[in-house]
């Protein structure tokens, strides 16, 4: 991920109601959640839901695939997974972290 793709992510991310129904999709998994259970687990209006889910896919942050009349939206995890990394690239000085929790890193 470049720095570009990185603001363009964080961007999208940096809204409440965007962020909620990327950490709703990432909860779904693979399996994914049509717009009408993401607006009913939400509790926000289609319409609304559908200008987020937009902002989320330009982002590269979700997916969408057609299934017969139903759109699904998955979150990215290769894509949520590259942010992550851009985020950590540099933690403990560049020198690998050696602690199984990330949180633990003494040396940042």
């Given at each position: 991920?470049?720095?570009?793709q ?7 991310l ?6 909620r129904?990327?950490?709703?999709l990432v909860?779904?998994?693979?399996s994914?959640?049509t717009p ?5 687990q939400l ?12 902002e989320?896919s330009?982002?590269?942050l ?5 299934q017969?009349?139903?759109l ?6 290769s ?7 851009y985020l950590?690239e540099?933690c403990?000085?560049g020198?690998?972290?050696?602690a199984?929790?990330?949180?633990a890193?003494?040396s940042?």
């Open positions: 991920m470049n720095e570009d990185a603001i363009s992510a964080l961007g999208a940096a809204h409440n109601q965007r962020l129904t990327f950490r709703a909860v779904a998994g693979p994914g959640l009408s259970v993401l607006a009913d509790g926000v209006a289609r319409n609304a839901l559908s200008f987020h889910l937009k989320l330009h982002a590269g979700i997916t969408v695939e057609q017969g009349r139903n699904i939206y998955r979150a990215d995890f894509q949520m997974n590259g942010l992550l990394g950590t540099h403990c000085q020198a690998p972290c050696e199984s929790d990330p949180g890193c003494t940042c």
